[in-house]
């Protein structure tokens, strides 16, 4: 089954840009949606966006325009970047598969099937 | 936008029962799909579309969904089942997709 390895700096001064990047084991990421979700210690889930390999993304809101992902099919990969930084940034990066379709009566399932280990990323000077 | 809202915890004895409710306004029209996350570790699907079970997961996960509450029911609890669980759906007045809060299931 598909593997998901995410990548990057664990440390980012604030007001700088995270980079993070998820590597795909297999050459599924022609074929699926994929998206970032991350996590502050000892709080729930946040989903940040997904994107297909069209490049066609969508963002949760409350980013405010920060976040920014991207797709490589030639390295079956693809990466977030999340601007101007702060504290409240730190907090532990997913990288999942993200499955997305109606079923017959017109009701959408979307949801996330697979998801890498996580990496920290702790935002401080 | 769309709210979830979970239980902060829930504790059950081995072997018993342990229901998890997640609730919404009108979530019985949406997709509701559950994962288990175990300490230090990423969260894993337990069932996705309401019911359906990913291969691999016990049938002892469950899940039922109608009205304003949907439920992920863990039948004969084992200690290897404590783990927080979170509820998920796409909220279609927004387009985003939107996490329960979280339940951090005790087996005592």
């Known amino acids: 089954q598909v593997q998901l390895q995410e990548s990057g700096p664990g440390l980012v001064k604030p007001s700088e840009t995270l980079s993070l990047t998820c590597s795909v084991s297999?050459?599924?990421?022609?074929?699926?949606?994929w998206s970032w979700i991350r996590q502050p210690p000892g709080k729930g889930l946040q989903w940040i966006g997904y994107?297909?390999?069209?490049?066609?993304?969508n963002y949760n809101p409350s980013l405010k325009s920060r976040a920014t992902i991207s797709v490589d099919t030639s390295k079956n990969q693809f990466s977030l970047r999340l601007s101007s930084v702060t504290a409240a940034d730190t907090a532990v990066y997913y990288c999942?598969?993200?499955?997305?379709?109606?079923?017959?009566?017109?009701?959408?399932?979307?949801?996330?099937?697979?998801w890498g280990q996580g990496t920290l990323v702790t935002v401080s000077s | 936008s769309y709210v979830l809202t979970q239980p902060p915890s829930v504790s059950v004895a081995p072997g018993k029962t342990a229901r998890i409710t997640c609730g919404g306004n009108n979530i019985g029209t949406k997709s509701v799909h559950w994962y288990q996350q175990k300490p230090g570790q990423a969260p894993v699907l337990v069932i996705y579309n309401d019911r359906d079970r990913p291969s691999g997961i016990h049938e002892r996960f469950s899940g039922s969904n109608s009205g304003n509450t949907a439920t992920l029911t863990i039948s004969r609890v084992e200690p290897g089942d404590e783990a927080d669980y979170y509820c998920?759906?796409?909220?279609?007045?927004?387009?985003?997709?939107?996490f329960g809060g979280g339940t951090k299931v005790t087996v005592l």
């Open positions: 297999d050459g599924s990421i022609r074929s699926y949606y």
């Open positions: 999942a598969r993200y499955l997305d379709h109606y079923d017959s009566s017109g009701l959408r399932i979307a949801y996330f099937d697979h």
């Open positions: 998920q759906v796409w909220d279609s007045s927004s387009d985003h997709q939107v």
């Open positions: 994107i297909y390999n069209t490049g066609r993304t």
